[in-house]
């Protein structure tokens, strides 16, 4: 069986979070633009998801930049190895610059940050309306950019795990026990390894 390097378990719940999230605040995004009976109570529900994706992508950064990530499959050549670190950067990178622009729209516009319904937030940007127009055209862009990122991420995975059958997907799932070892990789029975 194909030897899997698997990701520690705090990497895995903090990767699936995200997604959720993610997935949470673009589709509640694109209803809610196109709403308008919802739209007060669905732009309370975004803020509250996008407020939630920056504090976890944080948390997330901190963890990635701050631990060595298990070996790649000997599939991956070295070209889709930049490929990989460097659309890896990139989500990053747009996980936390949507969610601040988000903000900084919201305050420039000149209305309250409130989320969980009773929190409010400071203002991170002046009230001033080109600014608001133009961090409201970046804020769209982002989106955009956002879903055709995570596309390419999800269809580089499944081309993996589906068609090359090297268990790509086996690095950030839940499915089987494995035997946790620090500061080095171990292998269970069912050759799956993590590092930690
Ligand atoms: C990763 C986090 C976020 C994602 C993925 C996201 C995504 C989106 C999307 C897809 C839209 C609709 C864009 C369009 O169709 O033009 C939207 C609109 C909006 N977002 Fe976000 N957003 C995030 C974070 C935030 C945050 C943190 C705030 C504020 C604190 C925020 C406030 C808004 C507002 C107010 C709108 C509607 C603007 C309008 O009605 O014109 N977003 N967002």
Do not use: C
Not at 54 to 79: I, Q, W
Not at 170 to 191: C, H, L, N, V, W
Request: charged share 15%; no cysteine.
């Amino acid at each position: 069986m194909t030897e899997v390097h698997r990701y520690p378990i705090r990497t895995r719940v903090l990767h699936w979070l995200t997604a959720v999230l993610v997935f949470s605040a673009l589709f509640v995004g694109f209803v809610m633009v196109n709403s308008l009976a919802s739209y007060g109570a669905l732009v309370r529900v975004h803020m509250t998801l996008g407020v939630l994706i920056l504090v976890v992508v944080v948390v997330r950064a901190a963890n990635r930049f701050t631990h060595r990530t298990p070996a790649l499959p000997a599939t991956v050549g070295s070209v889709e190895h930049k490929l990989v670190v460097g659309s890896e950067l990139g989500l990053y990178a747009l996980m936390l610059a949507q969610p601040l622009i988000g903000w900084a729209m919201v305050s420039a516009g000149g209305r309250p940050i409130v989320v969980f319904g009773a929190i409010h937030l400071p203002r991170i940007a002046p009230f001033d309306a080109d600014l608001y127009f133009f961090l409201r055209q970046a804020h769209s862009v982002l989106a955009y950019l956002l879903v055709l990122t995570i596309a390419a991420h999800v269809s580089a995975v499944l081309l993996h795990t589906l068609t090359l059958r090297d268990r790509m997907l086996s690095r950030m799932t839940f499915g089987r026990d494995a035997i946790e070892q620090k500061g080095a990789p171990s292998e269970d029975r069912e050759g799956i390894m993590t590092v930690d």
